[in-house]
């Protein structure tokens, strides 16, 4: 099935450091979802966007919707070690079938 | 906690076998979505309910089926199980589902593993 990109698979930080994750599709969605999973965990919900230009803060973590839709991104700043975890971006329409699809995730770990 | 609610939390089986998977949505939740979870195909969306309905079909085997019940909970059946059935399976629910994308919390998931 389609699934949006997210690359690298892996980011190795500094404990402090800021860290950028990006998400690319070939198509357009209307919502865009990050969230993070920890091991032997369901996904988290960290932050959604609904309108294409939309910037959404939740503390250390800020998210952006892309102006052509496809595409956004996650920022996280002054990592700390529970950020370790896996990463992924999710893309939704709007309409009856409102399904997310998944970017692979990106594993972050967080040197102290 | 998500208020998502699944069990089993493993599940050990053998090919050619038939499991059963159950989750309890978010109290209020009408919409119930599968996902299952493989290293190699990540996370891929399998069905949703709405209100007890079947609303879209994704990545699902014939081999697997699911039905939502009045008091919204879901079940996922698995049968004729085969070893690259082993992967996590995740619930999800939301509000609605109906109309416009709504935010999805996810359950704790179920491991399972076909030997």
């Known amino acids: 099935g389609q699934q949006l990109n997210q690359s690298p698979q892996s980011m190795f930080i500094q404990e402090g450091e800021d860290v950028s994750m990006n998400c690319t599709s070939s198509?357009?969605?209307?919502?865009w979802l990050w969230y993070k999973q920890d091991p032997g965990e369901g996904p988290v919900l960290l932050i959604a966007?609904?309108?294409?230009?939309e910037l959404t803060s939740n503390g250390r973590l800020t998210a952006q919707f892309g102006i052509t839709r496809k595409d956004s991104f996650l920022n996280i700043s002054a990592s700390i070690p529970s950020d370790v975890g896996i990463y992924f971006c999710?893309?939704?329409?709007?309409?009856?079938?409102?399904?997310?699809?998944f970017g692979k995730g990106i594993t972050l770990s967080v040197r102290p | 906690d998500s208020g998502v609610t699944q069990t089993p939390k493993h599940l050990i089986t053998a090919t050619g076998q038939r499991v059963t998977l159950r989750c309890s949505p978010r109290?209020?939740?009408?919409?119930v979505y599968w996902y299952q979870q493989s290293l190699d195909q990540g996370l891929q969306f399998l069905i949703q309910?709405?209100?007890?309905?079947?609303?879209a079909k994704g990545n699902i085997l014939e081999r697997f089926s699911a039905q939502q019940f009045p008091d919204l909970h879901s079940e996922l059946n698995l049968s004729s199980l085969e070893l690259g059935d082993s992967a996590l399976y995740f619930c999800?629910?939301?509000?609605?589902?109906?109309?416009?994308?709504?935010?999805?919390?996810f359950g704790p998931g179920t491991r399972l593993t076909v030997l």
């Open positions: 999800a629910s939301s509000v609605a589902g109906q109309v416009g994308g709504n935010e999805q919390f």
């Open positions: 198509s357009i969605f209307n919502t």
């Open positions: 966007l609904y309108k294409a230009g």
């Open positions: 999710a893309g939704q329409l709007t309409g009856a079938n409102s399904k997310l699809t």
């Open positions: 109290s209020g939740d009408l919409s």
């Open positions: 309910y709405y209100n007890g309905e079947e609303r």
